[in-house]
T-cell receptor, first 114, second 115 residues
Framework: DAGVTQSPTHLIKTRGQQVTLRCSPK?????VSWYQQALGQGPQFIFQ???????QRGNFPDRFSGHQFPNYSSELNVNALLLGDSALYLC?????????????FGDGTRLSIL | AQKVTQAQTEISVVEKEDVTLDCVYE???????LFWYKQPPSGELVFLIR??????QNEISGRYSWNFQKSTSSFNFTITASQVVDSAVYFC????????????FGTGTRLTVIP
């Protein structure tokens, strides 16, 4: 039973570039959430996708966008990268509205902006 | 507004000592869920426990135990007889009863168990 998988593991970009991160949810899950974890901080919620639509969004600018595919996998896109976007980006999967069940996290993508 | 506070930034203990990690939360919802996650150096967040706001019964799982007290808005985590493998960053998180299960995390407590 595959867990949540994320790619790539590490990524280095320069300011102003664009990046796409990918996530495949745990088998049986239909919802994908993305979190940003800056160094020394707790993860912060970016947005959540279900049925290929953004359902919830945290306090992040429009430079952060996403997509969910029919197979439930998801992408996180960040445009016009800033130095402050350097962080670990975590993907979590779950069943929609199933608050009685925990979210399952991937190992994350570590994004470094030069 | 929701908030999770983990006042202990770093804790060091000697192996076999007991250690308690504190978590204080704020929410206006009457229905909510509290979680503890462990983050080893690999980065993955490992789920440890979930409690809902209507269940204040304390829980024990092996060397781990959790104390949930609504009166003080606290959800503390105790590791008994700590081991080196317990070294990690531990996060407390809150999910409110709004129909979506996004998590609000505290800033984490880095636990180092010294052999």
């Amino acid at each position: 039973d595959a867990g949540v998988t994320q790619s790539p593991t590490h990524l280095i970009k320069t300011r102003g570039q664009q990046v796409t991160l990918r996530c495949s949810p745990k088998s049986g899950h239909d919802t994908v959430s993305w979190y940003q974890q800056a160094l020394g901080q707790g993860p912060q919620f970016i947005f959540q996708y279900y049925e290929e639509e953004e359902r919830q969004r945290g306090n992040f600018p429009d430079r952060f966008s996403g997509h969910q595919f029919p197979n439930y996998s998801s992408e996180l896109n960040v445009n016009a990268l800033l130095l402050g976007d350097s962080a670990l980006y975590l993907c979590a999967s779950s069943l929609f509205r199933a608050q009685n069940q925990p979210q399952h996290f991937g190992d994350g993508t570590r994004l470094s902006i030069l | 507004a929701q908030k999770v506070t983990q006042a202990q930034t770093e804790i060091s203990v000697v192996e076999k000592e007991d250690v308690t990690l504190d978590c204080v939360y704020e929410t206006r919802d009457t229905t909510y869920y509290l979680f503890w996650y462990k983050q080893p150096p690999s980065g993955e967040l490992v789920f440890l426990i979930r409690r809902n706001s209507f269940d204040e019964q304390n829980e024990i799982s092996g060397r781990y135990s959790w104390n949930f007290q609504k009166s003080t808005s606290s959800f503390n985590f105790t590791i008994t007889a700590s081991q080196v493998v317990d070294s990690a960053v531990y996060f407390c998180a809150l999910s409110e009863g709004t129909g979506a299960n996004n998590l609000f995390f505290g800033t984490g407590t880095r636990l180092t168990v010294i052999p």
